[in-house]
């Protein structure tokens, strides 16, 4: 069973439009977060829920909007997409808030945006 | 801004040898985690170290925490070929759950 999954792995779109990546985690988690990974392979956290609520919302555009639907799902809408929000975007989750927890990420989704 | 710098940032070296990635920032961290990432996947945590000065060994890999809680290495001894990946850096941020993730080292490791 995977514990953090991601749909979809891979999504080739263009400029303007709006597209979602969708997360589940099985592990009975808390927490569940959304990173960025750019090209030089930094990754940035954007944002945390725990047990639906907004904790940690990075300087993200609000073009991003997390949604949380129950605490094993965390959806991510991106309105009017641009070119830099190319990268892969990992989603992940942790037992708890707080010091020194594992997070589990996802495999990732690779979003390219012409 | 809080910031975790990795050196070296790329590394390739011959199966056999050793090899020392460090993290190191001016902000103090209330924890430090190591993952390692493979192409296509998520980082999985190597190893969580949480007080200055700690040294953790998981078979041939050593971490340590600096004693000031600013800094970190990852040792690898008799590198293989199944060590090639992204090493991360991760620092904790106190009284959060954020974690700040060092810029990366790539190792290389050829048979």
């Known amino acids: 069973d995977t514990a953090v999954s991601q749909t979809p792995k891979y999504l080739v779109t263009q400029m303007g439009n709006d597209k979602s990546i969708k997360c589940e985690q099985n592990l009975g988690h808390d927490t569940m977060y959304w990173y960025k990974q750019d090209s030089k392979k930094f990754l940035k956290i954007m944002f945390s829920y725990n047990n639906k609520e907004l904790i940690i919302n990075e300087t993200v555009p609000n073009r991003f909007s997390p949604k949380s639907p129950d605490k094993a799902h965390l959806n991510l809408h991106i309105n009017s997409l641009e070119l830099g929000d190319s990268a892969v975007y990992f989603c992940a989750s942790s037992q708890n808030p707080g010091q020194g927890y594992e997070q589990y990420f996802g495999p990732g989704t690779r979003l390219t945006v012409t | 801004t809080q910031l975790l710098e990795q050196s070296p940032q790329f590394l390739s070296i011959q199966e056999g040898e050793n090899l020392t990635v460090y993290c190191n920032s001016s902000?103090?961290?209330?924890?430090l985690q190591w993952y390692r990432q493979e192409p296509g996947e998520g980082p999985v945590l190597l190893v969580t170290?949480?007080?200055?000065?700690e040294v953790k060994k998981l078979k041939r890999l050593t971490f340590q925490f600096g004693d000031a809680r600013k800094d970190s290495s990852l040792h690898i001894t008799a590198a293989q070929p199944g060590d090639t990946g992204l090493y991360l850096c991760?620092?904790?941020?106190?009284?959060?759950?954020?974690?700040?993730f060092g810029t990366g080292t790539r190792l290389q490791v050829f048979p």
């Open positions: 170290v949480v007080t200055g000065g």
């Open positions: 902000s103090v961290f209330s924890s």
């Open positions: 991760a620092g904790g941020v106190w009284n959060t759950d954020k974690l700040i």
